[in-house]
């Protein structure tokens, strides 16, 4: 006749989701719209050239997103000039292409007030031997500037790197697995972090996945950069071991990493940030979208006639959007090494 235990264990906050609004464009000039009447092959070139390309960068720019954070950093200055901006490494050129139009802000912002330097910079050259970025004149790069896509600094999608290792108080620094997300703030909603600088091992690895499991999750799947798939298939040469690539459930690819309880894909990924390994576990990830990639058509046509502050052109516009955000349920079944000395 004693009172039964009450039901408190599970605890639940309400977390605020807020999609990021993505869009592309191609434009096609009005000649070669006529082409579609006197050439339909040459028409039908130029199209899908444009066609393939949106996809392309778009898919391309959708998968950068999902490692980062939502401030949208794409490169850190180490120093620089007012036409030159010098990162520290390889890595740092990582996201950037020539023609792509950047902002600059200062090292001095934080992730609650950023200062914007130039807004529209373009990026002109790269070059890796120096490590220099070359770009339109813009304000004098100091170290710790960094740049993102023109207008998306704090509007991207939340990646893992902010799911994992959380913001930073300033762009050049990373995280320390706590702090806000979702505007939830808890002591065990938290990532779990291996920050120790060094090579790469089985046993930091078991010790990453063993945290993840002690507090209730399970990694199914890693992800990392080149440079660290190829430090981990080094470290199973030289045990001997066979290094195959497996195919797993769920369309994964990749290195297996051998666990009590079973193998774990251990999938590379360019646009995974440099000396990083992602511990993620699918079942507590979720992307919330109002629908997939879409041609803007609400006033009945996808091309719409290029008209600005300078003037009408005999040129067509069609823009591709799609509002989406990534969520996760258990933050604290999520891990990740940083710092791992890549081959």
């Known amino acids: 006749m004693e009172a039964l235990p009450s039901p408190k264990t599970q605890d639940y906050r309400d977390a605020q989701l807020r999609l990021s609004y993505g869009y592309g464009a191609i434009q096609l000039s009005g000649q070669a719209f006529e082409l579609a009447d006197s050439d339909t092959q040459a028409f039908a070139a130029v199209l899908d050239q444009e066609m393939e390309g949106i996809k392309e960068g778009l898919r391309k720019e959708t998968n950068r997103q999902a490692y980062g954070t939502s401030q949208g950093v794409l490169a850190i200055a180490a120093s620089g000039t007012t036409t030159t901006f010098v990162v520290g490494s390889l890595a740092g050129l990582q996201y950037l292409e020539i023609g792509m139009i950047v902002d600059l802000y200062n090292s001095t912002s934080t992730v609650v007030t950023p200062v914007l330097v130039t807004a ?3 990026i ?18 100091g170290a710790g ?6 207008g998306s600094h704090q509007k991207e999608p939340v990646g893992f790197e902010q ?20 505007n939830i703030t808890h002591g065990t909603w938290t990532g779990n972090m291996d920050t120790t600088a060094g090579a790469i091992s089985e046993g930091r690895m078991i010790n990453m996945i063993d945290a993840v499991r002690t507090r209730g999750g399970k990694t199914t799947v890693g992800f990392c950069s080149l440079g660290v798939r190829r430090a981990y298939a080094n470290l199973l040469e030289q045990q001997r071991r066979y290094v195959n690539t497996t195919e797993f459930k769920g369309g994964f690819s990749g290195i297996a ?3 009590d309880t079973g193998d774990i894909p251990i999938v590379a990924d360019f646009d995974c940030q440099a000396g990083r390994l992602y511990f993620m576990n699918e079942k507590e990830l979720k992307i919330y979208r109002a629908a997939d990639w879409s041609w803007m058509n609400r006033d009945g046509n996808m091309w719409q006639r290029l008209i ?3 003037g009408e052109y005999d040129a067509y516009r069609a823009r591709l959007f799609s509002y989406w955000q990534i969520g996760t349920h258990r933050r604290n ?4 090494m940083t710092a791992i000395i890549e081959a």
């Open 145 to 150: 500037y960094f740049l993102t896509r023109t």
């Open 124 to 141: 002109t050259d790269i070059t890796p031997a120096t490590l220099t970025v070359t770009i339109t004149t813009a304000g004098a790069v």
């Open 308 to 310: 600005d502050s300078s």
């Open 333 to 336: 079944s999520h891990g990740v």
């Open 163 to 182: 799911i994992v290792a959380g913001l930073a108080a300033t762009a050049t620094a990373l995280g320390n697995g706590a702090g806000a997300l979702y």
């Open 257 to 259: 990493f051998t666990t």
């Open 120 to 122: 529209g910079v373009t």
